[in-house]
């Protein structure tokens, strides 16, 4: 019979534990759980329930991964500041934004990220978050609420919004806002992804709910292919070349639908969030990314973490 070591011309490695990013083909054997494992990719992406935000609410923003998430902003009966960690398994209060508001925008990571724009009353204001707490910047040179974020604290784009709707597009440096190119499409309540040289703004209202698309270099913006599902108040995660979308409102009812883009167009997922919402946030990559908050009737604390196409995976080997 033919050896492993013979095929592959190397032995099984014993480890006590898996390995924490192991390679697509990478072979070990257990010996905690007594099992034969291997790396490998997800096929058909996944919604799955994660720990519930501590405060209920809608129209908040997010920024960084799966499991070093920043939840901030928002509305539950009235505007909030309130600011929230996650971990990958459930969420920490931390210190809450100097100007509570709703329909912010959002970028960065979970220990820098950056807040602005946002109502009552449309507000210009920036905060940015230093891992404990929030700290007042120079304000968007455009005040309004509806907007979309994408980038880092230090680099940081903001596009679109209201009132009244807009294609406004400005790009921040660590202290200031400066006025660039607007977008083709003036729409709120869009979703953003990317960087501020490459960003992806996606769907919206304009005169009614949208799946325009557009890319942004840097300069200007270019549009391109729409999503399948036109709608706005939804969330969205990834770069430019590879982002995800998912929830918000079709304008006649909520949307759990989940669309990803690879640069060119739109793929509908087979697979819809848990529950349907608009408002809802999020953050992270395509393929491994987070939505929290929303409302599905109400204002809600649900969380859901996204396992897209292409995500590593590690699977017990059993004979067949």
Same mark, same amino acid.
């Given at each position: ?19 924490? +990013? *192991? ?96 109502? *009552? *009353? ?18 968007? +040179? ?20 209201? *009132? ?59 549009? %391109? ?41 739109? %793929? ?53």
């Amino acid at each position: 019979m033919a050896e492993y070591i013979n095929i592959r011309g190397q032995s099984i490695e014993v480890v006590a534990s898996d390995p924490a +990013n *192991p390679t697509i083909g990478q072979i070990w054997y257990n010996s905690t759980s007594n099992t034969l494992k291997g790396g490998g990719v997800t096929t058909v992406g996944a919604w799955a329930t994660g720990g519930n935000l501590n405060t209920a609410r809608s129209s908040s923003a997010g920024a960084g991964t799966q499991t070093e998430s920043l939840a901030f902003g928002g509305v539950t009966t009235v505007p909030v500041g309130a600011t929230e960690e996650y971990n990958g398994t459930s969420w920490t209060n931390s210190n809450s934004l100097n100007t509570s508001r709703r329909n912010v925008g959002g970028a960065g990571t979970q220990t820098a990220g950056l807040a602005f724009g946002g109502r *009552p *009353p449309d507000t210009g204001a920036t905060e940015e978050y230093g891992g404990v707490s929030w700290v007042t910047s120079n304000p968007l +040179n455009t005040a309004r609420n509806g907007l979309a974020g994408a980038g880092t604290q230090t680099a940081a784009l903001a596009f679109g919004g209201t *009132p009244p709707v807009t294609g406004a597009t400005e790009e921040y440096n660590g202290t200031s806002w400066t006025n660039s190119n607007s977008l083709n499409t003036a729409r709120r309540n869009l979703a953003g992804a990317g960087t501020q040289t490459e960003a992806l703004a996606s769907a919206g209202f304009s005169t009614a709910a949208t799946g325009a698309t557009e890319e942004y270099n840097g300069t200007s913006w270019t549009s %391109v292919n729409s999503m399948n599902t036109a709608r706005y108040d939804l969330a969205g995660a990834g770069i430019q070349t590879s982002a995800v979308v998912f929830g918000g409102s079709t304008g006649t009812a909520n949307s759990a639908a989940t669309e990803e883009y690879d640069g060119t167009s739109w %793929v509908t997922s087979p697979v819809s969030l848990n529950t349907a919402r608009l408002e809802i946030a999020g953050c992270g990559t395509q393929t491994v990314a987070l939505g929290f908050g929303g409302n599905d009737g109400a204002v809600t604390a649900a969380t859901e973490e996204w396992t897209g196409p292409g995500a590593p995976l590690t699977k017990t080997i059993t004979a067949s």
